[in-house]
């Protein structure tokens, strides 16, 4: 059974960092793509960032280009979501999903719990 676990949420003032956590287990963490979502409030879910593992290739939205990095580490079946220089509207429950055998795309197949992020101002 696969399952995402999402670490790392809290509260945060603006301007500090943040690191996520999406740990991984069900499948061989050798051939996916995994992506961070995020949804706040009366909001819909926007695509934050995602990574593929056959490539190494990362994508992110241009609203936290520049401040947030993915990084996966395969011995640990997690990826990492680095959040810098945090904004009061980077605040909302962020999502971890996965889609196996499969590069960055609009669809996953598994998603996480999720794991609250609030930055005050």
């Known amino acids: 059974e696969v399952q995402l676990v999402e670490s790392g949420g809290g509260l945060v003032q603006a301007g500090g960092s943040l690191r996520l956590s999406c740990a991984a287990s069900g499948f061989t963490f050798d051939d996916y793509a995994i992506g961070w979502f995020r949804q706040a409030p009366g909001k819909e879910r926007e695509g934050v960032s995602c990574?593929?593992?056959?490539?190494?290739?990362?994508y992110y939205a241009d609203s936290v280009k520049g401040r947030f990095t993915i990084s996966s580490d395969n011995a640990k079946n997690t990826v990492y979501l680095q959040m810098n220089s945090l904004k009061p509207e980077d605040t909302a429950v962020y999502y971890c999903?996965?889609?196996?055998?499969?590069?960055?795309?609009?669809?996953?197949?598994?998603w996480g719990q999720g794991t609250q992020v609030t930055v005050s101002s």
């Open positions: 999903a996965a889609v196996l055998y499969y590069t960055c795309g609009p669809l996953y197949d598994y």
């Open positions: 990574i593929s593992s056959s490539d190494g290739s990362t």
